[in-house]
């Protein structure tokens, strides 16, 4: 009766898993700077004068951006053991949360950065939307538990 | 909206965790109900009620303030 659209349970332990790999995976990307040598491919040629150039990409934030925005994705809208009607609007409210959470840091960003720097932020931008909206139904799934055991 | 869930748990003599069960719904949700923090829905409302085995307005009743 009720269509939902979301994932089954069974995908959020993996889609964890991916998630918290991506983040590392991220972290280190933008700390070292360096990209794997394994990752990268040969996307084409050109001719350069006479030589025929191979064009050669990384493919490391490629890999890692699309990963993290699906296991995220994924773990988001993956259903709770008990999917019920409460859920859904916990769901619901760190979504409208998350995205006022959202642009109101990219509205700051906007006022207070520029050139490259801004160009920065709005590639954290891609992801930080579904990153607050997590963070934000973890910790009121955690807050429910609580109230439930301090009954007990 | 008020609920008088507890009540009727008491006299039917179950926990929040069977009556969660039995309707289908976690434990946290019945709750939040029972702390008036949570609005059910029509469906949910029903099905709590004829659990109980009692009309609708005996276990939920309209508040001033609705």
């Excluded at chain 1, 109101?104 to 932020?121: E, G, Q, R, W």
């Excluded at chain 2, 946290?28 to 709590?48: C, D, F, R």
Aim: proline share 2%; net charge neutral; hydrophobic share 45%.
């Amino acid at each position: 009766m009720n269509q939902n659209f979301l994932f089954p349970h069974s995908y959020k332990r993996p889609a964890l898993i991916v998630l918290i790999i991506c983040i590392l995976f991220s972290i280190y990307l933008s700390v070292f700077g360096s990209e794997p040598d394994f990752l990268n491919f040969n996307i084409g040629e050109k001719m350069r004068g006479d030589e025929l150039k191979v064009i050669t990409r990384n493919f490391a934030f490629t890999i890692d951006g699309i990963l993290l925005i699906i296991s995220s994705i994924v773990y988001g809208f993956s259903k709770e053991k008990v999917e019920d009607e409460y859920i859904q609007k916990i769901r619901l409210e760190s979504l409208v949360w998350a995205v006022y959470i959202n642009y109101a840091l990219v509205i700051i960003t906007f006022l207070i950065l520029y050139d490259i720097s801004f160009l920065y932020v709005m590639v954290y931008n891609l992801f930080t939307v579904l990153i607050i909206f997590n963070i934000k139904f973890y910790i009121s799934k955690t807050k429910l538990n609580k109230s439930l055991s301090d009954e007990e | 909206m008020k609920n008088k869930i507890k009540i009727q748990r008491a006299i039917k003599d179950i926990t929040q965790a069977q009556l969660a069960e039995i309707i289908g719904v976690s434990r946290q949700t019945i709750n939040a109900m029972e702390k008036g923090k949570y609005i059910p829905s029509t469906v949910l409302s029903l099905k709590i009620a004829r659990y109980f085995e009692t009309p609708l307005e005996e276990v939920f009743s309209l508040e001033d303030e609705d």
